[in-house]
């Protein structure tokens, strides 16, 4: 999955604890396991996602890390998105560290450190999909890749062992359907908006394979699709005296702070 990749083990230095309550569930629960009903909740999902050709909205996310005493960590970031299918994007990022620009315009990626005026460009000719692969390789992904894809259903399911309809919750004001999935090497829930627009409210990864058991979530709110989505302009143009960088070279915009010293998965 790709989302799972950014959760990650690290060395901190200088950083604040921050406690993290837990509830836990015994194995007897009392909500509605109906797995039939989740997964046609999903592919609903998935379907009016798929069938959106324009998809704006703005995002609160929380990546989770892991240090060496066991600490766990969260790197809150915001930002938003804009996406025309089949091969355009802009998306942000904003951290306490970090405001970066990503757009794709169909053929070349850029890749902007708005508080470095930095820039790193690649061709990559094609669509959406591919440029999610790309970015994985460069370990640089879209908030909310999963379901940003053609058929996010497919790649959401991908290795899912279990699967539970939990009933309903409520994100941000708007009632869901709330949905909880075991994979072999990560635990992910989602929240989507309930009635004629099933559009994801919530999503969290949780890692099984790594200590900690670390987490990413991303919350959407502005939801917008279709006529309600702002014409966009993707085309890439520098500011003014920003530099051109290799992407190896663009430093500063990463989703883990420079102080942070990456150790080894668990």
């Known amino acids: 999955m790709t989302t799972s990749r950014m959760l990650v083990n690290l060395t901190g230095r200088g950083l604040s604890a921050i406690v993290l309550s837990l509830v836990m569930l015994g194995t007897s629960m009392t909500a509605n396991a109906d797995e ?69 315009d169909g053929k070349t990626l850029t890749l902007l450190g708005q508080n470095l005026n930095l820039y790193a460009q690649e061709d990559v000719p094609g669509s959406i999909d591919n440029l999610v692969d790309t970015l994985r390789k460069h370990n640089r992904p879209l908030p909310a890749a999963d379901l940003l894809l053609t058929d996010p259903y497919e790649a959401l399911m991908q290795d899912v062992v279990d699967v539970k309809d939990l009933g309903s919750g409520v994100i941000g004001g708007v009632e869901c359907d709330y949905l909880a999935f075991r994979a072999k090497e990560v635990d992910w829930q989602i929240w989507i908006a309930q009635g004629d627009r099933p559009y994801p409210c919530r999503y969290v990864i949780r890692s099984t394979f790594m200590d900690g058991a670390p987490q990413y979530s991303i919350q959407v709110r502005d939801w917008k699709a279709g006529d309600e989505v702002a014409a966009t302009d993707f085309t890439f143009t520098p500011p003014a005296e920003a530099k051109k960088v290799d992407l190896k070279n663009l430093e500063g915009t990463d989703e883990l702070p420079e102080h942070f010293q990456l150790g080894e998965a668990q």
């Open 36 to 104: 039939a009903d989740a997964k046609r909740l999903l592919k609903a999902m998935s379907d009016y996602l798929a069938a959106q050709q324009a998809i704006a909205f703005d995002y609160d996310a929380v990546l989770e890390v892991v240090t060496k005493e066991e600490q766990i960590l969260a790197l809150a970031s915001s930002g938003s998105v804009a996406l025309n299918r089949p091969d355009k994007i802009l998306a942000t990022r904003s951290s306490g560290f970090a405001d970066v620009e990503l757009s794709f």
